[in-house]
């Protein structure tokens, strides 16, 4: 089995910044994307920023320009550098993450979130 976890989150004023981190450990065999998903209050959850296996990225046009999604292929981490962060950023943030387990097949596997606020 896999376990995500996050952590970074926190209060911020606008204009602050952030970096989440997510550290993916269990029965690995390999990663394939990683993603940052965000939940806020009343709304559904939405895809942030990707990065797959070989680098590309992607990012909700909300994030384009203000958010950096990277990876650490052999420390099995992924980040999300949060700058000019505003108040409509406030969300939980989650890891999500498609594996190929030890022994298994590929599933997708998502952390347990982590508390981003933007206020003054």
């Known amino acids: 089995q896999v376990q995500l976890v996050e952590s970074g989150g926190g209060l911020v004023q606008p204009g602050g910044s952030l970096r989440l981190s997510c550290a993916a450990s269990?029965?690995?065999?390999?990663?394939?994307?990683m993603a940052w998903y965000r939940q806020a209050p009343g709304n559904q959850r939405e895809l942030v920023a990707l990065?797959?296996?070989?680098?590309?990225?992607t990012y909700a046009d909300s994030a384009k320009g203000r958010f950096t999604i990277s990876r650490d292929n052999a420390k099995n981490t992924v980040s999300l550098q949060m700058n000019s962060l505003k108040p409509e950023d406030t969300a939980v943030y989650y890891c999500?993450?498609?594996?190929?387990?030890?022994?298994?097949?590929?599933?997708?596997?998502w952390g347990q979130g982590t508390q981003v606020t933007v206020s003054s």
């Open positions: 999500r993450a498609k594996v190929k387990v030890q022994r298994g097949s590929d599933a997708a596997y």
């Open positions: 269990g029965s690995i065999f390999s990663i394939y994307d």
């Open positions: 990065i797959a296996s070989g680098g590309t990225v």
